[in-house]
């Protein structure tokens, strides 16, 4: 067991090497600034809302920002944990299926002490591109405004994994961007949640769609929310 964690330790290390050095040859382009200028008169601290596939960029680009980041305890999880926290995220154990709980009232904490929550709202494993509660829970919860962020790149590599990572190559065009934020209510029902979780849903798909098209992609094989 130890030996894993020493093997685990070592490449959350060399991981976050590569994302530094990567990130370092990126030409960055950010769009919809204003939401993010909005979202801070909403509340003092935000939830920052991304795709599973879209996280590389994310990751790097607000690596000074302090955020606390919930990831898997599973090993994979555990690496990208580990890796991000080297970048200067914080790393909050827990996921959907093993302390699950106990992670969401870690973020709940960190929210409502004033600082930032880092959540990749599809998943753990799928299906992708289809939002979870956990963010706007967390908003009703908190009182905290929920801030979707996305992030298209080109050229890159498109993995075959269940949320199709996508990776910028050197000295890659990343564009990123912010979506129109929002609270849920503290005594939301649950159809006004469930409105939460589709708007959350459709900005993210939206925004996505128009980073995707503005660097020449079209179609489902880089959008990861539909197959046909």
């Known amino acids: 067991m130890r030996i894993r964690v020493v093997h685990r330790g070592l490449a959350s290390l060399i991981g976050a090497l590569f994302i530094r050095l990567l990130g370092r040859t990126w030409r960055i382009e950010w769009r919809h600034l204003e939401h993010l200028e909005e979202a801070r008169s909403l509340s003092t601290q935000g939830i920052i809302s991304f795709l599973h596939g879209r996280f590389l960029p994310v990751i790097y680009a607000h690596r000074t920002w302090g955020i606390s980041v919930l990831a898997s305890e599973h090993p994979d999880g555990d690496l990208i944990g580990r890796s991000v926290a080297r970048l200067g995220w914080k790393h909050v154990k827990g996921s959907s299926s093993r302390r699950g709980a106990a992670g969401f009232r870690e973020l ?9 929550a880092g959540l990749a709202i599809d998943g753990p494993r799928g299906p992708r591109g289809v939002v979870q509660q956990g963010a706007t829970e967390l908003s009703r919860m908190t009182g905290s405004a929920v801030i979707p962020v996305t992030d298209t790149a080109r050229p890159c590599r498109l993995f075959g994994s269940w949320d ?15 979506g129109e934020p929002f609270v849920v209510p503290s005594d939301a029902d649950p159809e006004k949640r469930e409105q939460c979780r589709l708007r959350l849903e459709g900005t993210l798909r939206e925004l996505t769609a ?15 929310h539909e197959d046909h």
């Open 108 to 116: 709940a904490a960190v929210l409502r002490s004033g600082r930032d």
């Open 210 to 224: 128009e980073l995707d098209r503005s660097v020449g992609y079209e179609g489902s094989d880089v959008w990861p």
């Open 164 to 178: 199709r990572l996508q990776l910028p190559r050197p000295f890659a065009r990343v564009v990123i961007a912010y």
